[in-house]
């Protein structure tokens, strides 16, 4: 049998639920704020009846000594328990429900007392300031306890003073009064204390809503959790508040974005500046794996509203993918290339063979010459207008692949470009998405002819690439250079609407622009202008070579009109 397990062990201290904590602390911030202002409301009531009971005491004596018969008493006959002073006395005593009206002489002698036999007797206490003339309230004690007293001096006719009058209330009224206040007193505080305790309940039944009824433990935990996982993962990750304005971003979204710390409590137009990637981020733009170039780094984007109004959206770089994924494509193309060029050099090597075996000889030598003429034909023709080897060397395998397509593809009669290109691998780039795109946008159509234009103006570079293709419409070319705009289905490695986007942003990285219009003949005509592409005439050629064209160039994908 199982061990019996152990008992579980009463934990005392606060609870562990932050629901939990903040009810019972906002229930004892009620708590005391009931019992601290029932405190300050009862201090001062209490002060405010001994005021009242001390000032109605002083009325009632200024009133007794205000009764001639009182004075005249005091002058006229002894002190005596059946005197007119003593009648006179307890009559606005019981009227008044005064615990005493006490009557003296200036010799502190009573005329009157509820007690009768305290009659002719010295006062208890000192009537000196009453006798002076002055009005005296006070809390005392005498013969008959502690009382609420008021004292005024008594007068004759010629207003001399010839005795004072005491008046006394009873204390213990004055503390039953404020005894009958406390339950009202308590009940009012009671209620504003349940009132409170109810808000508080519905303040921590939301809380716990909102923390998921979790523990400050659990919180904190959440906390570091958190920065370590967006911190530690290779994926960019940009949180947005309900404002629009960056709330926080990890390691990974810095280094793609380009941007530091100061970006936080901005909006993307402010810290990014305009562009794909901030209508992304704002949802400007929608979608999926949404497609996005900052700087030299294609980017993919998805954008998640949150609860609160907010937005996290990830940022994942594809620039490897996409450079893997476009010279996938160039080696697919090589390879049928070279697979027609083998099945042409077979069909060559046969016809050789043929003519050697008819003893054809002169036929023979002639049908090499022409095939080698060709080929060096083709050859010299580029390297002779363009004079850097690679973009000299670009051009011949496209022509190869052009032919394999059934597409003419030819060198303008007026190009001319000097061995003196700042950045060739940067033009290399441009001129081999150009020509690639003009591929596909001719290819099985009847007649097709691509033709590439490279000039100089000074140290101006202009770049004109034609095809006899459908052409772009008007309405679609700008709409043609925005990042992840494609009317053609992606490649399986990856998506579409990068590369016309790379070219543009090669060319305004030098300064220069990318535009699309109309062919002479029908198509599409590209025309790229690269300001300051050539060194000076006396300088050598300096090849940079940049990893930022180099990386330029691998983002680079085929099709120029995919986007149309």
């Known amino acids: 049998m199982s061990p019996t397990p152990p008992a579980r062990r009463l934990r005392l201290g606060m609870p562990r639920r932050v629901f939990s904590q903040v009810l019972l602390m906002q229930v004892a911030i009620a708590a005391g704020v009931a019992v601290l202002a029932t405190g300050l409301f009862l201090a001062p009531l209490s002060k405010q009846l001994d005021?009242?009971?001390?000032?109605?005491?002083?009325?009632?004596?200024?009133?007794?000594?205000?009764?001639?018969?009182?004075?005249?008493?005091?002058?006229?006959?002894p002190p005596s328990s059946d005197g007119p002073v003593q009648k006179e006395a307890e009559r606005i005593r019981k009227a008044t429900h005064a615990e005493y009206i006490v009557v003296l002489d200036r010799h502190w002698v009573r005329w009157s007392h509820p007690t009768p036999a305290q009659i002719g007797e010295f006062v208890s206490t000192d009537p000196r300031d009453a006798l002076a003339g002055k009005q005296v309230m006070e809390i005392d004690k005498g013969t008959l306890g502690r009382s609420a007293r008021g004292k005024v001096p008594l007068y004759d006719a010629d207003h001399r003073i010839i005795g004072a009058v005491s008046v006394g209330i009873a204390y213990d009224s004055v503390r039953a009064r404020l005894i009958s206040a406390i339950p009202g007193l308590f009940a009012y505080a009671g209620g504003a204390l349940a009132v409170g305790a109810l808000a508080a309940w519905l303040i921590s039944r939301r809380v716990q809503r909102q923390t998921r009824?979790?523990?400050?433990?659990?919180?904190?935990?959440?906390?570091?959790?958190?920065?370590?996982?967006?911190?530690?993962?290779?994926?960019?990750?940009?949180?947005?508040?309900?404002g629009g304005r960056i709330r926080l971003f990890n390691d990974e979204a810095r280094r793609l974005l380009g941007v530091g710390d100061e970006a936080v409590g901005r909006t993307p137009d402010e810290a990014l500046g305009a562009g794909r990637t901030t209508d992304v981020l704002t949802g400007r733009v929608t979608g999926t794996d949404l497609l996005t170039v900052r700087g030299q780094r294609v980017l993919v984007a998805n954008r998640m509203p949150t609860d609160d109004g907010g937005a996290v959206a990830t940022l994942r770089d594809r620039t490897e993918l996409e450079q893997l994924g476009r010279e996938l494509d160039s080696?697919?193309?090589?390879?049928?290339?070279?697979?027609?060029?083998?099945?042409?050099?077979?069909?060559?090597?046969?016809?050789?063979?043929?003519?050697?075996e008819l003893e054809m000889y002169d036929d023979a030598v002639e049908f090499v010459g022409e095939v080698v003429g060709d080929?060096?034909?083709?050859?010299?023709?580029?390297?002779?207008?363009?004079?850097?080897?690679?973009?000299?060397?670009?051009?011949?395998?496209?022509?190869?692949?052009?032919?394999?397509?059934?597409?003419?593809?030819?060198?303008?009669?007026?190009?001319?470009?000097?061995?003196?290109?700042?950045?060739?691998?940067?033009?290399?780039?441009?001129?081999?998405?150009?020509?690639?795109?003009?591929?596909?946008?001719?290819?099985?159509?009847?007649?097709?002819?691509?033709?590439?234009?490279?000039?100089?103006?000074?140290?101006?570079?202009?770049?004109?690439?034609?095809?006899?293709?459908?052409?772009?419409?008007?309405?679609?070319?700008?709409?043609?250079?925005?990042?992840?705009?494609?009317?053609?289905?992606?490649?399986a490695h990856g998506k579409r609407g990068i590369g016309l986007s790379l070219v543009r942003r090669l060319a305004e990285r030098q300064g220069g622009s990318a535009t699309v219009?109309?062919?002479?003949?029908?198509?599409?005509?590209?025309?790229?202008?690269?300001?300051?592409?050539?060194?000076?005439?006396?300088?050598?050629?300096?090849?940079?070579?940049?990893?930022?064209?180099?990386?330029?160039?691998?983002?680079?994908?085929?099709?120029?009109?995919?986007?149309?």
């Open 51 to 77: 005021q009242e009971a001390m000032r109605r005491a002083l009325a009632i004596a200024e009133t007794t000594a205000q009764d001639p018969q009182i004075a005249e008493g005091v002058l006229t006959t």
């Open 213 to 242: 009824d979790l523990a400050f433990s659990d919180i904190s935990a959440l906390l570091a959790e958190r920065e370590a996982m967006l911190h530690g993962i290779r994926e960019g990750v940009v949180a947005l508040d309900r």
């Open 331 to 356: 080696t697919r193309g090589l390879i049928d290339a070279l697979r027609a060029q083998d099945h042409e050099h077979a069909n060559r090597m046969h016809t050789l063979l043929g003519l050697l």
């Open 375 to 491: 080929h060096r034909a083709t050859a010299e023709q580029v390297t002779e207008k363009i004079q850097d080897p690679l973009l000299a060397a670009l051009l011949v395998g496209k022509a190869t692949v052009a032919a394999e397509r059934g597409v003419a593809l030819w060198v303008s009669e007026r190009t001319r470009l000097p061995d003196r290109l700042i950045d060739p691998r940067g033009l290399v780039t441009i001129v081999g998405n150009l020509v690639d795109n003009a591929l596909d946008a001719v290819a099985g159509t009847p007649h097709a002819r691509v033709e590439a234009e490279l000039r100089t103006q000074g140290r101006t570079v202009v770049l004109r690439v034609r095809d006899t293709g459908p052409g772009v419409p008007a309405e679609q070319r700008e709409l043609i250079f925005t990042e992840g705009w494609s009317t053609k289905q992606p490649p």
């Open 517 to 564: 219009s109309a062919a002479a003949g029908g198509g599409a005509e590209f025309t790229v202008v690269l300001p300051e592409a050539l060194t000076e005439p006396a300088l050598e050629p300096v090849l940079t070579g940049s990893a930022e064209s180099a990386e330029a160039t691998a983002d680079a994908p085929a099709g120029v009109e995919e986007e149309a």
